[in-house]
């Protein structure tokens, strides 16, 4: 009787451990969740280096489409400080920076000098404006026009750009962070 009892909880504990990871497996939403408190941790804080990543005079510009169908490229935004990020609804580290991103560009949405471009990746557009729309509807939604500069995206997702006034990438991060810290702001705020 009490080894029926042993193998009883024995199999609860496997059952429940096991179904928990299958869980955090499959379920976009709760790997999401899993990563956004991994970045809590501060172990992913994004940070801007003093010298650029790429010249200027070599950067390709991006040319994309905001929300409301109106076009632009980086090439335009000279002489602002531009973050951009390549994400995807289905990506769970996308979804996991996601809240640090809004938090971000709710810190700096008024200050002329910056301005934040989502690319989303999603197959079905619809899909990328309906995530943002449910869950973050002051962040901004843009989809890439023509050919995406492979010194900008070269198929990791998420992949964050920051671009000084002079259109040089300062920033080039692949893979997830936390955007929202002092530390990064004021390195945003002195790319003025």
Known sequence: MAMDKKKLKSRIINFVFFGTLFVLLVSTPARSWLLRQALSTGLFSASISKEAVTDSSIVMPLHFQDGNGLQSSTEALRGKVVFINFWASWCPPCRAEMPAIDKLTARLRNDKDFVFILVNLDDEEET????????????????AVGYIPTDMFSGTLPTTIVLDKKGSIVMKHTGMAKYDSDKFIKQLEALR
């Open 128 to 143: 990328g404006r309906k995530y943002l729309n449910e869950h973050f509807p002051q962040l901004p939604f843009h989809k």
